[in-house]
DNA sequence: ATGGTGGGGATCCCA
């Protein structure tokens, strides 16, 4: 089974290239993030004509996650426990049963700049949710994959000027220190278990000609707990995509599951 | 130190 996560910041500027990225890629299933729009207003007839099912939580404007899967979406769940009256659509979740059953999770974690200030107090704070529901997960013993664009770059090595991100809210000790306290809970990140070393990035800035110089950082992850890890077959990034017809600033992550 | 680009929706916010 083929797990990808895309954020495509933009469903509407974004839907001829998705859907060329999917017809090239046929992931199984994929997680969404930014949308920006809202459930209503998500064109889901172009992943439907390809077979996806199609979950959504959105929101008008900003954030909104979604997940397209060709198995059926079981025990969908909306929204990231933890904080009654948090309304950004940051978080989806749901079970797909191809060979195994593989509960799939995705994220859109808070940006958190400019930091400090209270948009990085938010991002600690949904981190730190986010890590009592990744404890959660672990305890049901079962495959789990959260995938998603978790704002964070985990190592020096996760950036190709990591001295410029000194004092952003992706590379800031906290946020290392708060997505190393979830790794630590059990997960793997998946690409670091295939492919050690720099220059694998997931995300280059439409500014400045950063992709031209491959500027880029690695901060869309694919995190495994243990029995998902134990049915890793490969994780790649599909770079190839920031060099098409109006792509997202991010690119493509997919891992390939033995189930 | 500054400005560089893009999406969405509204004359500015977010990344």
Redesign the pocket.
């Known amino acids: 089974m083929k797990i990808a996560s895309f ?1 495509i ?6 839907e001829a290239a998705l859907c060329d990225w999917l017809d090239a890629a046929a992931p199984d299933v994929v997680v969404l993030q ?5 459930d209503a ?1 998500f064109p889901a007839e172009p992943f439907e004509t390809r077979g996806y099912n199609v979950a959504v939580h959105g929101q ?4 909104g996650v979604a997940i397209l899967s060709k198995p059926p979406l079981e025990d969908v769940a909306r929204g990231l426990p933890g904080a009654d009256g948090d309304d950004q659509a940051r978080w989806i979740e749901a079970t797909v049963v191809g060979a195994r059953a593989v509960r799939v999770c995705g994220l859109y974690l ?4 400019p930091a400090p200030g209270p ?1 990085y107090d938010y991002k600690l704070a949904w981190m730190d949710r986010l890590r009592r529901r990744a404890a959660a997960l672990l305890a049901g013993e079962e495959p789990v994959v959260m995938g998603g ?1 978790y ?1 964070v770059i985990p190592q020096p090595e996760d950036a190709a000027s990591p001295q410029k991100w000194r004092e952003d809210a992706l590379f800031l000790p906290e946020s290392r220190a708060a997505l190393r306290r979830i790794l630590h809970l059990g997960f793997t990140d998946a690409l670091r278990a295939r492919h050690a070393g720099a220059g694998h990035y997931t995300f280059w ?5 950063a992709w031209r110089r491959n500027d880029g950082i690695r901060i869309d992850h694919m995190l495994l707990s243990p029995q998902a890890a134990d049915l890793l077959e490969d994780c790649r990034i599909d770079s190839e995509t920031r060099a098409g017809e ?4 991010h690119a493509p992550i997919h891992v390939t599951l033995d189930a």
């Open positions: 954020n910041n933009g469903i509407k500027a974004r930014e949308i920006k729009s809202a207003a008008k404007g900003f954030n808070p940006n958190g700049n948009k664009d704002n800035d439409y500014q400045a000609g109006k792509p997202s600033d």
